[in-house]
């Protein structure tokens, strides 16, 4: 049976049942379900091969090779840790990539003015930094109005302090459109600042489900932030030892 991807309304933004996916022998999704509220921030760890990557290009209509049900929104878009820019063409090009209509610069400057980059809009990609050239990734989705953002380890490349202003930019432009968010992310730190929600994939399906009811914008000092994240680490298998660390990730 092939997986079912269908682009409906419901009261959730995703809706997914039995999502089974193997590669040859190997079952790397064994019956997932999940449910995103539409604008709910959730994230999504588990280990190297887990699946996490599996089940975003499921939802993403990428991957239709599967078993089960999906449901989501017709207007979703996806980031990916590399940021997929076309070097021969100007940013402002990058953006409205593959969409239609009237105002097109208009509607890329606008995006990227959101991202911060309105003044690099007939820039060439090669001359962007790698955080510039994540932003205007995340203008090339910001434009197409998702109900649902897919992020595919989108800081992965980044050096620390770029990631963490990529992160404060993410948690900015989710506050301000609101659509349903999945960060795929190995930081357990990254989705603790930036989720409702953290999931953890083991064994083919959700095995945890972790709740991050802490206001926004959120400390690495609170209390109940270092509870939670060293529940997490505990959830992914790291021994308590290592949990002091500035950063965590897997």
Not at 26 to 31: A, C, N, S, W, Y
Not at 211 to 218: C, G, I, Q, S, Y
């Amino acid at each position: 049976m092939t997986t079912g991807t269908r682009n409906v309304a419901t009261r959730n933004s995703v809706r997914v049942r039995g999502l089974t996916r193997s590669f040859g022998e190997r079952t790397v999704l064994d019956g997932v379900d999940l449910d995103i509220a539409p604008g709910e921030f959730v994230a999504l760890l588990g280990a190297s091969g887990s699946g996490k990557s599996t089940l975003l290009r499921a939802l993403a209509g990428l991957d239709g090779e599967g078993s089960g049900e999906i449901d989501v929104p017709a207007k979703r878009a996806v980031v990916y840790q590399e940021h997929r820019l076309l070097p021969w063409s100007r940013v402002w090009d990058n953006v409205v990539l593959g969409l239609r209509g009237r105002n097109l610069r208009a509607r890329a400057e606008d995006a990227l003015a959101e991202v911060g980059l309105a003044a690099r809009a007939d820039a060439w990609p090669l001359t962007l930094s790698g955080g510039e050239s994540q932003r205007v990734a995340l203008a090339r989705a910001l434009v197409r109005t998702p109900d649902l953002l897919l992020l595919d380890e989108p800081f992965g490349a980044l050096d620390a302090l770029t990631r963490l202003n990529a992160q404060a930019l993410v948690a900015d432009l989710w506050a301000e459109h609101r659509p349903a968010v999945l960060l795929v992310t190995h930081d357990v730190e990254e989705a603790l600042l930036l989720a409702d929600r953290a999931l953890l994939l083991a064994d083919g399906r959700i095995a945890r489900e972790y709740a991050v009811d802490l206001p926004r914008p959120r400390s690495m000092d609170d209390p109940r932030f270092v509870a939670l994240r060293r529940d997490l680490l505990a959830g992914l298998g790291v021994r308590a030892a290592t949990t002091t660390n500035a950063r965590e990730t897997l």
